[in-house]
C-alpha cells in the first residue's frame, strides 16, 4: 500500500507539473499568434523553400549549383506540417510548444540537485527569460535549438547520475546532438571538439567513467550525422562538409576596413558598400563551391594581414553575441535595450557562478562540467564569425542549470521545500 501510494503520488506531481507550466504555454501562444506576420520575415523563406525541396525528393540543387546554406535539421521538422497542408500558423504555434517541452525538461533536469521549489524558480527565470520571445513568431530555427540543448542537459544528467551506461539517454542525448548538427552546422564542430575532449580525459583518472559516457554519446552524434555528410560529400567531393554559408560570415567578420565592426552583410550590402563592391563583384558569378572557397581564402588573408583589426571586430562580435551591440553602420535604437538589460544580469551571473565553480570545481557534478565545456566551444566558435545574439540565446536551459546548481548546492542558499 505504501509503495502504491508513493507511485500514485509520483504521477499526480508529473501531472501537476505539466499544469503547474500551463501558463507558459498559453503566453507563448498569445505571443505566437498576436505578433504572427502575414507575409514571411527573414530566412523563414529559406527553410520552408528547403522543407519544401525535401518533399520533392532533395534537399540542394545538384552540383554545380548547390545549395548548403543551413543543414535539413530544421526543414525536415516543418516539412511534416506542409505535407499535411496545415497553414503557416500551426509551425509558429510549434514554437510554443517546444518552449513549454523545454520548461518541463528543465525543471526536471535542476531537480536532481535542487529542491522542487529552487527548480520552480529557476525554471520561471527561464521561461521570463523575454528576449527569446521575439522567435516566438517566426519561423525560425531558435526554439527548436533552444529545446534540444535542454534535451541535451536533460540526458547527460540521467546518465551520468547512474554508476553504468543507460544506453537508453545515451542514444536520446546522441540523437539530439546529432539533430543540432544538422540544423546549426556550427555544432558540428563541436561534436568532433568534444570527442577530443572526452577522449582527452579518459586518461584523467578522476574523470574515466564520465569521459568515456561522454566519447560514447559524443562518437554516436557523429554516426548519426554521416548520412547528411555522405551527402554533402556526393555533392562536393569535399569531407565534413556542412554548410557553404559559413565563408560568408567568416569573410564579413574578418573587414580590416576601420569603421567595419565585422558585423554579417548580405551580398547586397556589401556590393553597395565601395569596401567590398570589387571583391563582391568579381565571385558573385563563380558557381557556389567555387564562391565559398574564394570567400574563406579572402577572409584568411584578411586575418593574416590585419590581425589586429580581426582581434578588434571580435570583442565587438561577442558584445553582439551577448548584448546586440555594436553594429557598423547601423543606427542603434532603444529596443536594444531589451537584450542588454536582461542578459546584463544574466552574464554577472554566469561570472559570478563560474568563479565560484573554478574554485570548487572537485565538487562539481562531472556532467555539468561536460555540458559547460559542450556549451562554451559552441559559444567560442560563433564568435569567430559573424555572430547574432540569438547564438547565445539558445543556450540559456544550460545557463540556468549551471547557475541553479551554483545558487543551491555550492554556496548553499535553501529554498523551502514544496509540501
Given amino acids: 500500500m505504501l509503495l502504491l501510494s508513493m507511485d500514485l503520488k509520483d504521477r499526480i506531481m508529473r501531472k501537476n507539473t505539466w499544469v503547474l507550466f500551463s501558463p507558459f504555454l498559453l503566453l507563448y501562444v498569445i505571443i505566437s499568434i498576436v505578433f504572427a506576420q502575414n507575409t514571411l520575415v527573414g530566412d523563414e523563406g529559406r527553410y520552408l523553400m528547403f522543407a519544401n525541396n525535401l518533399l520533392n525528393g532533395f534537399y540542394s540543387p545538384p552540383a554545380p549549383e548547390i545549395n548548403l546554406w543551413n543543414g535539413p535539421g530544421y526543414p525536415l521538422l516543418i516539412s511534416m506540417f506542409l505535407l499535411l497542408k496545415l497553414p503557416l500558423i500551426a509551425i509558429r504555434l510549434m514554437n510554443?510548444?517546444?518552449?513549454?517541452?523545454?520548461?518541463?525538461?528543465?525543471?526536471?533536469?535542476?531537480?536532481n540537485y535542487s529542491s522542487k521549489k529552487a527548480a520552480l524558480f529557476f525554471t520561471i527565470l527561464l521561461g521570463l527569460y523575454f528576449p527569446i520571445f521575439q522567435i516566438l513568431p517566426l519561423i525560425l530555427t531558435?526554439?527548436?535549438?533552444?529545446?534540444?540543448?535542454?534535451?541535451?542537459?536533460?540526458?547527460?544528467?540521467?546518465?551520468?547520475k547512474q554508476k553504468s551506461i543507460s544506453m537508453k539517454y545515451v542514444l536520446i542525448a546522441s540523437v539530439s546532438i546529432a539533430f543540432l548538427a544538422i540544423t546549426k552546422a556550427i555544432f558540428g564542430y563541436v561534436i568532433l571538439s568534444m570527442l577530443f575532449v572526452s577522449l582527452f580525459m579518459c586518461f584523467i583518472s578522476k574523470f574515466q567513467l564520465a569521459a568515456k559516457k561522454s566519447s560514447i554519446i559524443f562518437l554516436l552524434s557523429f554516426i548519426f550525422c554521416l548520412p547528411y555528410l555522405i551527402y554533402t560529400f556526393n555533392l562536393t567531393n569535399k569531407f565534413f562538409y556542412w554548410t557553404n554559408s559559413g565563408s560568408m560570415s567568416l569573410y564579413t567578420m574578418s573587414t580590416p576596413f576601420e569603421k567595419e565592426l565585422g558585423n554579417w552583410d548580405s551580398f547586397s550590402e556589401l556590393l553597395d558598400n565601395p569596401n567590398h563592391t570589387a571583391f563582391i563583384d568579381s565571385i558573385m558569378q563563380l558557381e557556389p563551391l567555387k564562391r565559398d572557397e574564394a570567400l574563406k581564402y579572402k577572409a584568411l588573408e584578411n586575418i593574416k594581414?590585419?590581425?589586429?583589426?580581426?582581434?578588434?571586430?571580435?570583442?565587438?562580435?561577442?558584445?553582439?553575441?551577448?548584448?546586440?551591440?555594436?553594429?557598423?553602420?547601423?543606427e542603434q535604437s532603444i529596443k536594444t535595450y531589451f537584450t542588454i538589460i536582461p542578459n546584463m544580469f544574466i552574464i554577472v551571473f554566469i561570472f559570478f557562478a563560474a568563479a565560484i565553480g573554478t574554485i570548487r570545481y572537485k565538487s562539481f557534478p562531472k556532467e555539468i562540467l561536460f555540458l559547460l565545456f559542450f556549451v562554451i566551444i559552441y559559444l567560442f566558435g560563433s564568435s569567430l564569425v559573424s555572430a547574432y545574439r540569438r547564438m547565445f540565446y539558445i543556450t540559456m536551459p544550460f545557463w540556468i542549470l549551471f547557475i541553479s546548481y551554483v545558487f543551491t548546492n555550492v554556496i548553499n542558499i535553501t529554498f523551502k521545500q514544496i509540501d
Fill in 305 to 330: 594581414n590585419h590581425p589586429k583589426k580581426y582581434f578588434t571586430n571580435w570583442i565587438a562580435n561577442v558584445g553582439r553575441l551577448l548584448f546586440s551591440y555594436p553594429y557598423s553602420n547601423a
Fill in 96 to 111: 510554443a510548444v517546444l518552449l513549454y517541452f523545454s520548461l518541463i525538461i528543465t525543471f526536471k533536469t535542476i531537480n
Fill in 142 to 160: 531558435e526554439s527548436l535549438s533552444w529545446f534540444l540543448i535542454s534535451l541535451v542537459c536533460f540526458t547527460f544528467v540521467k546518465n551520468f
